[in-house]
């Protein structure tokens, strides 16, 4: 008898032996590493990714009361996951904004516009010494000078025999030089006639050339979805030369906007998104729509509310995880 109950024992004891064996085995095979650049690449054990040569990342396994299946595309990281990978939860905040707008341009050389220009003050000239209907035949003459940008004020100025429409040829005779500059479709809202701007020439990096916005373009160039804005630059020693390229500066104001910083954006090349924390420390997808960057925050202008908590730091991870567990591809 005791022999038998010996026998048993060590039956029992070499079953859990293999038990505890094979448990191990199971929770090793269970590990996952992935790449955080091209999350379906896996393997089980640590290594390189064979497309980036990235290190690949253990896939943590999350306890059950953090199971993110309940979350359309939502992810859910502990907070030693947080710290590894550099991730942080902030709060979307309205900043105080005044970034210029910068935008490329030429010395003025514009035969078209000098040409209409002479011929509206010739005619006005005439116009004056006839007096009838006088107002009705320089009004299509006037609605082309419009059409190039030229302002009411200006018009009329050259309606009394007055302006210097060579400016827009050859410099004129004037301390003064013309300048073009593109301005995008998107900054054309934070434009004003009279603003402020800083030019510089390519021919001379160390000198600011100053002046203002006189005006804008009323049409917009389809191909290059811009304006162009005339600028009256001050030049008494006639450096800038027509069509010398500059860059330009326009002073637009300080403004209040909602902002984040410029590391919580994900730019899919389609669509920008933001991770979203809610109360549960779980991130969602959130597209949203941008506009100006400055300082290392960048302007939310659709998408997010002041005081949100979003995650920043390492928004492209974030988004490798989330198609590592399933999320839709799909934007």
């Given at each position: 008898?005791?022999?038998?109950?010996?026998?048993?024992?060590?039956?029992?004891?070499?079953?859990?032996?293999?038990?505890?064996?094979?448990?191990?085995?199971?929770?090793?095979?269970?590990?996952?590493?992935?790449?955080?650049?091209?999350?379906?690449?896996?393997?089980?054990?640590?290594?390189?990714?064979?497309?980036?040569?990235?290190?690949?990342?253990?896939?943590?396994?999350?306890?059950?009361?953090a199971d993110h299946?309940?979350?359309?595309?939502?992810?859910?990281?502990?907070?030693?996951?947080?710290?590894?990978?550099?991730?942080?939860?902030?709060?979307?905040?309205?900043?105080?904004?005044?970034?210029?707008?910068?935008?490329?341009?030429?010395?003025?050389?514009?035969?078209?516009?000098?040409?209409?220009?002479?011929?509206?003050?010739?005619?006005?000239?005439?116009?004056?010494?006839?007096?009838?209907?006088?107002?009705?035949?320089?009004?299509?003459?006037?609605?082309?000078?419009?059409?190039?940008?030229?302002?009411?004020?200006?018009?009329?100025?050259?309606?009394?025999g007055s302006g210097?429409?060579?400016?827009?040829?050859?410099?004129?005779?004037?301390?003064?030089?013309?300048?073009?500059?593109?301005?995008?479709?998107?900054?054309?809202?934070?434009?004003?006639?009279?603003?402020?701007?800083?030019?510089?020439?390519?021919?001379?990096?160390?000198?600011?050339?100053?002046?203002?916005?006189?005006?804008?373009?009323?049409?917009?160039?389809?191909?290059?979805?811009?304006?162009?804005?005339?600028?009256?630059?001050?030049?008494?020693?006639?450096?800038?030369?027509?069509?010398?390229?500059?860059?330009?500066?326009?002073?637009?104001?300080?403004?209040?906007?909602?902002?984040?910083?410029?590391?919580?954006?994900?730019?899919?090349?389609?669509?920008?998104?933001?991770?979203?924390?809610?109360?549960?420390?779980?991130?969602?997808?959130?597209?949203?729509?941008?506009?100006?960057?400055?300082?290392?925050?960048?302007?939310?202008?659709?998408?997010?509310?002041?005081?949100?908590?979003?995650?920043?730091?390492?928004?492209?991870?974030?988004?490798?995880?989330?198609?590592?567990?399933?999320?839709?591809?799909?934007?």
């Amino acid at each position: 008898m005791k022999i038998y109950l010996l026998k048993q024992k060590r039956i029992m004891i070499f079953a859990a032996v293999l038990l505890l064996f094979a448990g191990c085995a199971a929770k090793e095979a269970d590990v996952i590493y992935y790449c955080p650049m091209h999350p379906e690449y896996t393997a089980k054990r640590p290594g390189d990714c064979p497309i980036c040569n990235m290190k690949l990342v253990k896939k943590e396994q999350h306890p059950a009361n953090a199971d993110h299946s309940s979350y359309a595309n939502a992810i859910f990281l502990s907070e030693k996951e947080r710290h590894e990978i550099g991730l942080r939860i902030t709060r979307v905040e309205r900043r105080n904004f005044s970034a210029p707008v910068r935008s490329p341009g030429q010395v003025a050389y514009d035969p078209e516009l000098y040409a209409a220009m002479v011929e509206y003050r010739q005619a006005a000239m005439g116009m004056a010494l006839v007096e009838r209907d006088g107002a009705t035949l320089l009004e299509p003459l006037a609605v082309k000078l419009e059409q190039a940008g030229l302002t009411r004020g200006e018009i009329a100025i050259l309606r009394r025999g007055s302006g210097d429409p060579l400016s827009y040829l050859l410099r004129g005779s004037g301390s003064h030089a013309m300048v073009y500059l593109q301005v995008y479709e998107s900054d054309i809202a934070r434009l004003s006639p009279g603003a402020v701007v800083s030019i510089r020439a390519k021919a001379y990096p160390d000198i600011i050339f100053r002046g203002n916005v006189v005006g804008v373009s009323e049409v917009m160039n389809n191909r290059t979805r811009s304006f162009t804005a005339r600028v009256k630059v001050q030049d008494a020693a006639r450096r800038l030369k027509p069509r010398m390229f500059v860059e330009g500066e326009i002073a637009t104001g300080n403004r209040m906007v909602i902002a984040v910083p410029s590391d919580a954006l994900l730019d899919t090349g389609k669509r920008k998104i933001v991770f979203i924390a809610d109360e549960q420390d779980h991130l969602h997808m959130k597209e949203v729509e941008t506009g100006i960057e400055q300082g290392g925050y960048i302007e939310i202008r659709r998408g997010l509310a002041e005081n949100q908590r979003v995650a920043a730091g390492a928004a492209f991870l974030l988004d490798s995880e989330r198609r590592l567990r399933g999320g839709h591809e799909d934007y």
